[in-house]
């Protein structure tokens, strides 16, 4: 794999630190092409953010305080009342808007849409009718689970309209994730659909979520999607067709007024535990938070076709393919398979076919196109792409590179932005009309901003030191908290250091002030951009009954980032064969899903431990990267590395 990358010829251009300056004319339309945007935020930050809420969104109810700051607890925009839907929909079409595209969708097998601005409104409004008819009220949790068809945002808005908080389930994950979200979150409707399609598959969506709901109990109603037409059970009484419920409903659904604070999702991600945490987001600081960045950063103008190709399971999707898009009536396009179905070239013949203007993707992305080959882009006119964008993990200068030279013909700005679900918003990023570019930099934070990297002691450290990164103030996307466990939001982010928020990011800056990011400095794996613990994978490895233990580390992968190596110990009486090493890959695939797959398993007879029986993973990594190792003074058994390592070199 490493040889096709290299065989591109572009580690000459490694080589060059090379700065990109905005080109001049990007540089003369672009929405944002002062720095003085920054000076102006820092001078009086909530000034800054208090003057945009007023001209970017509409509020049914002025708020009368922009901030208030109890840390680590926050409330943006107190007393005003808005909604969501509201802003992503009526405002448009009430304007005159409603006949603009709002979503190009193309199915993966081919089959297409267009859904303006207009559709979208009249289809969330039936739909909202629908799950009120279901019994959804205000405040009630409601579950998604679907491929990535229109009806996926006509979901979330219709309850975004109704302020019944949803939590998308990734359409990748397993029937036991999909249980455990819903138990987490108590979710009293289960939106699903029959399937969806993936590299010419079917993904039984409908039978993962009947499994799923043996497990749960708060779910009385699921609606179901016919996307795929395969046979699925319904069950009577409980499963309701979407076409036998949500188009005969009214049009009739005015948007609720909500108070700023109030939910307007749950997202699930990895932490240092087992337990999946749910991310709590509010209304109207995050719809600000990603309006602005999807506005500034993506420099959004009314003629744009914008691809965001990530899944809309993942923040990304919420952020920057539904919630800020569509607040900026932006015009963008939905895909809903793999990349290389049929073809390695299926990106570009899309981009060629919709003109699109904006791109943003993930490294991982980038750097499997890398290794098809760019001759699949080359037989494709791009020339419509003015901007692309990278997210969802460091984007190694190599693909840097190959992303501006074979995807943006040396003509577009590559912006790098940095942020996480908890953030909720992008929040270290170029401005690409003001922001000079070095390849592997998410540059400077975003106006209002504050960023830092500090040592243990939560001091900042001077330029070329690496630490951890810190955000020093509060921002309107923030989370709220982890839904049904404040001490584990106190825990997790504000207690490194006193009333910091901890990104849980290594990083550095250089001389210049341009923010370096080093990798997640915890036990979480970063996986083709999706974030993985460690420990549930350990957990679903050692769910099987002939595991005994299992330390799980990322190893570093030219395509992947990072890909799970698993270290299982079996029990005495089972005997290690390749394939139940093959059985055990399948069995976390089924627990959690595919996307936590482990790429290896190796079987071994001891784990290195501390004395006090910790899993030293740092060794296990550097055993499996085949680094020098780190210190071992405070292992148990020294002889248990030795012993690993000579396994692994035989095993490779
Ligand atoms: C948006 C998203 C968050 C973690 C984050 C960091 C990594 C994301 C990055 C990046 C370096 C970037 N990450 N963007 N690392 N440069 N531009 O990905 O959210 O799934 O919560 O992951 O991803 O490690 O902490 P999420």
């Known amino acids: 794999m490493s040889d096709s990358i290299h065989d591109i010829a572009i580690e000459s251009l490694m080589k060059e630190e090379r700065i990109f300056d905005p080109p001049e004319e990007f540089r003369k339309r672009a929405n944002i092409n002062s720095p003085d945007i920054y000076k102006k935020a820092e001078e009086n930050f909530e000034a800054f953010w208090d003057e945009l809420a007023k001209s970017e969104l509409h509020w049914f109810e002025p708020y009368q305080k922009v901030l208030d700051w109890n840390p680590p607890y926050a409330r943006w925009f107190d007393g005003g009342?808005?909604?969501?839907?509201?802003?992503?929909?009526?405002?448009?079409?009430?304007?005159?808007?409603?006949?603009?595209?709002?979503?190009?969708?193309?199915?993966?097998?081919?089959?297409?849409?267009?859904?303006?601005?207009?559709?979208?409104?009249?289809?969330?409004?039936?739909?909202?009718?629908?799950?009120?008819?279901?019994?959804?009220?205000?405040?009630?949790?409601?579950?998604?689970?679907?491929?990535?068809?229109?009806?996926?945002?006509?979901?979330?808005?219709?309850?975004?309209?109704?302020?019944?908080?949803?939590?998308?389930?990734?359409?990748?994950?397993?029937?036991?994730?999909?249980?455990?979200?819903?138990?987490?979150?108590?979710?009293?409707?289960?939106?699903?659909?029959?399937?969806?399609?993936?590299?010419?598959?079917?993904?039984?969506?409908?039978?993962?979520?009947?499994e799923a709901l043996k497990n749960t109990s708060s779910v009385e109603k699921v609606i179901v999607l016919k996307r795929t037409g395969h046979d699925v059970d319904m069950t009577p009484g409980r499963d309701i067709w979407w076409h036998d419920i949500v188009p005969n409903q009214s049009e009739d659904c005015p948007a609720e007024p909500l108070d700023s604070e109030h939910m307007l999702y749950l997202l699930y991600t990895s932490g240092t535990t087992a337990k999946p945490k749910g991310i709590v987001h509010t209304s109207a600081g995050y719809l600000l938070g990603v309006s602005l960045t999807h506005k500034w950063i993506f420099d959004i103008k009314p003629e744009d076709v914008y691809w965001c190709a990530a899944d809309i399971g993942w923040v990304t999707g919420h952020s920057y393919i539904v919630y800020g898009p569509l607040a900026n009536h932006t015009t963008s396009v939905i895909y809903e398979g793999a990349p290389d179905y049929p073809g390695p070239d299926r990106w570009w013949s899309i981009i060629e076919k919709y003109k699109v203007t904006i791109l943003y993707t993930a490294p991982t992305a980038i750097r499997a196109h890398m290794k098809w080959g760019p001759q699949h882009a080359q037989a494709h006119d791009l020339s419509s792409l003015r901007l692309l964008g990278s997210v969802g993990e460091p984007i190694n200068p190599e693909a840097w590179l190959w992303y501006y030279k074979y995807i943006g013909g040396e003509r577009c700005p590559v912006v790098d932005t940095w942020w996480q679900t908890e953030t909720g918003m992008i929040m270290i990023s170029p401005l690409p009309g003001i922001?000079?570019?070095?390849?592997?930099?998410?540059?400077?934070?975003?106006?209002?901003?504050?960023?830092?990297v500090v040592d243990e002691q939560g001091n900042s450290v001077p330029p070329g030191v690496g630490g951890y990164l810190v955000l020093k103030r509060p921002w309107p996307a923030m989370l709220r908290g982890i839904y049904g466990d404040p001490d584990r939001y106190v825990q997790t982010y504000w207690s490194r250091f006193p009333d910091v928020y901890f990104s849980g990011d290594g990083a550095k800056r250089d001389e210049e002030g341009y923010f370096w990011l080093l990798g997640r400095v915890d036990d979480v794996m970063n996986v083709s951009g999706h974030r993985i613990s460690t420990i549930e994978v350990e957990s679903a490895l050692v769910d099987d009954p002939r595991v005994a233990e299992a330390a799980v580390i990322g190893q570093h992968d030219e395509v992947t980032g990072e890909a799970i190596f698993a270290f299982v110990i079996l029990k005495s009486d089972v005997e290690p064969t390749p394939e139940l090493g093959e059985e055990l890959r399948q069995h976390v695939a089924r627990k959690i899903g595919p996307i936590a797959r482990p790429k290896r398993i190796m079987f071994t007879p001891d784990l290195p431990k501390t004395r006090s029986g910790k899993i030293m993973r740092r060794l296990l990594r550097d055993i499996a990267n085949d680094r020098q190792l780190g210190d071992t003074t405070t292992l148990a058994d020294a002889s248990v590395v030795e012993l690993i390592q000579s396994a692994t070199k035989a095993n490779v």
């Open 81 to 210: 009342k808005i909604n969501v839907s509201y802003n992503c929909l009526d405002r448009h079409v009430l304007s005159g808007g409603g006949d603009k595209i709002a979503y190009y969708w193309e199915g993966e097998p081919g089959d297409t849409r267009e859904v303006t601005y207009a559709d979208l409104l009249r289809d969330v409004k039936k739909c909202a009718n629908a799950l009120k008819q279901l019994g959804v009220q205000k405040g009630d949790r409601v579950a998604i689970y679907m491929p990535m068809v229109p009806e996926l945002p006509v979901a979330m808005l219709a309850c975004a309209r109704i302020g019944a908080p949803h939590t998308v389930v990734f359409g990748g994950f397993s029937a036991d994730a999909l249980a455990g979200r819903i138990n987490d979150s108590q979710a009293k409707v289960l939106i699903t659909a029959d399937g969806g399609y993936r590299k010419g598959n079917i993904v039984p969506l409908k039978k993962n979520a009947d």
């Open 435 to 452: 922001t000079r570019l070095k390849p592997g930099s998410a540059t400077f934070p975003f106006p209002g901003v504050q960023a830092d």
